[in-house]
């Protein structure tokens, strides 16, 4: 092979190369457009959800309770992944006197977010509301088992550690119940709900612990 063959050869490869940056550049520019646009595409999606979720507890806090169902229910249809949905929905099933569907809608709370005490504590509530002691028993162990006290006190989370007490309480009674509000309260000595919590706790009121854990819930997270 000539010379000359030789030098237009790697000429015409030397042209292809000084392509590739340009190249690479562009199809990481389209990636990334990509990419954001995705991301774009999954925050709206998750914004719908949020917004369902809202709706349904300012429908259920004015009394719609027929619409706050309605809007829970978009809500995880629309986003199966929202616990919070799933835990609005089961609180307003139960309202209607729908505990077994509510309790449906809280073990797929529990599949797609297996750390939530929040599920097992009103799981255990409605197994109790429909007379399974046992099944209530276990729920309320469940509850107790995914909340660290001591952590929660630790990081200010004073409903989580407000809802591991009534947990305890449900499950064991009195005694129970205010050795973990007493922790609370001996780091905390003015939060108001965790005194009102002691003082119902001190007066056995069973009924008002169970209204308390099933107000409706407007966290995102």
């Not at 490869?13 to 690479?24: E, I, Q, V, W």
């Not at 990419?35 to 369902?52: G, H, I, M, N, W």
């Not at 616990?83 to 709370?109: F, W």
């Amino acid at each position: 092979m000539s010379y000359s063959i030789l030098r237009l050869i790697q000429s015409k490869m030397n042209s292809k190369l000084k392509l590739l940056p340009a190249l690479t550049a562009c199809i990481l520019f389209i990636a990334g457009c990509y990419d954001t646009e995705r991301t774009f595409e999954a925050q709206a999606y998750k914004r719908y959800s949020v917004e369902q979720n809202e709706a349904a507890v300012s429908a259920l806090r004015s009394g719609d309770i027929d619409a706050a169902l309605t809007y829970a229910t978009n809500a995880v249809e629309h986003d199966p992944e929202f616990a919070p949905a799933h835990i609005n929905k089961a609180l307003i099933l139960a309202r209607l006197g729908r505990t077994a569907e509510a309790i449906e809608v809280l073990d797929k709370c529990i599949e797609i977010a297996p750390d939530l005490a929040q599920a097992y504590l009103l799981r255990g509530i409605f197994f109790e509301r429909d007379d399974h002691q046992g099944k209530a028993r276990e729920s309320y162990s469940e509850a107790i088992r995914h909340i660290d006290l001591a952590a929660a006190i630790a990081e200010g989370q004073i409903n989580l550690a407000i809802q591991e007490a009534i947990a305890r309480y449900l499950r064991d009674g009195t005694v129970g119940g205010l050795k973990s509000l007493n922790a609370l309260l001996t780091a905390f000595p003015e939060n108001h709900p965790a005194r009102m919590a002691r003082d119902r706790m001190v007066a056995n009121d069973r009924e008002y612990f169970m209204r308390w854990a099933t107000a409706p819930n407007i966290n995102e997270d």
